[in-house]
């Protein structure tokens, strides 16, 4: 059975930083990619940053490139999001999520992912 358990939100200033972590179990996060995504009040679940199954490949949307990066620890098989310089519109709960596939074909489309976590909220104040 895949669980996916995300933490680290909470509330930050706009202009700082937090690293969420997405641990998961019955599952290897180094045999599949991995991604966040997040959904703020009233909007989709929009994507916000993958990383392929070997680690090779990374992908971020246009809002976050530059200010968050994902990374994975194999060996504890947790995805991490370390989000820098967080912006009022970061405001959003943030989830975890995997499709237990090797393929990047429609890596960031919401509606092909699987397993999901129960999300973690991050709110930045101004």
Same mark, same amino acid.
């Given at each position: 059975?895949?669980?996916?358990?995300?933490?680290?939100?909470?509330?930050? @200033? %706009?202009? +700082?930083?937090? &690293?969420?972590?997405? *641990? !998961?179990?019955?599952?290897?996060?180094?045999?599949?990619?991995? =991604?966040?995504?997040? @959904? %703020?009040? +009233?909007?989709? &679940?929009?994507?916000? *940053? !993958?990383?392929?199954?070997?680690?090779?490949?990374?992908?971020? =949307?246009?809002?976050?490139?530059?200010?968050?990066?994902?990374?994975?620890?194999?060996?504890?098989?947790?995805?991490?999001?370390?989000?820098?310089?967080?912006?009022?519109?970061?405001?959003?709960?943030?989830?975890?999520?995997?499709?237990?596939?090797?393929?990047?074909?429609?890596?960031?489309?919401?509606?092909?992912?699987?397993?999901?976590?129960?999300?973690?909220?991050?709110?930045?104040?101004?």
């Amino acid at each position: 059975q895949v669980q996916l358990r995300e933490s680290g939100g909470g509330l930050v @200033q %706009a202009g +700082g930083s937090l &690293r969420l972590s997405c *641990a !998961a179990s019955g599952l290897t996060v180094s045999n599949y990619n991995m =991604a966040w995504f997040r @959904q %703020a009040p +009233g909007k989709e &679940r929009e994507f916000v *940053a !993958a990383i392929t199954w070997s680690g090779a490949s990374t992908f971020y =949307a246009d809002s976050v490139k530059g200010r968050f990066t994902i990374s994975r620890d194999k060996g504890k098989s947790t995805v991490y999001l370390q989000m820098n310089s967080l912006k009022l519109d970061d405001t959003a709960v943030y989830y975890c999520g995997t499709r237990g596939a090797r393929a990047t074909t429609s890596i960031m489309r919401q509606s092909t992912y699987n397993y999901w976590g129960q999300g973690t909220q991050v709110t930045v104040s101004s």
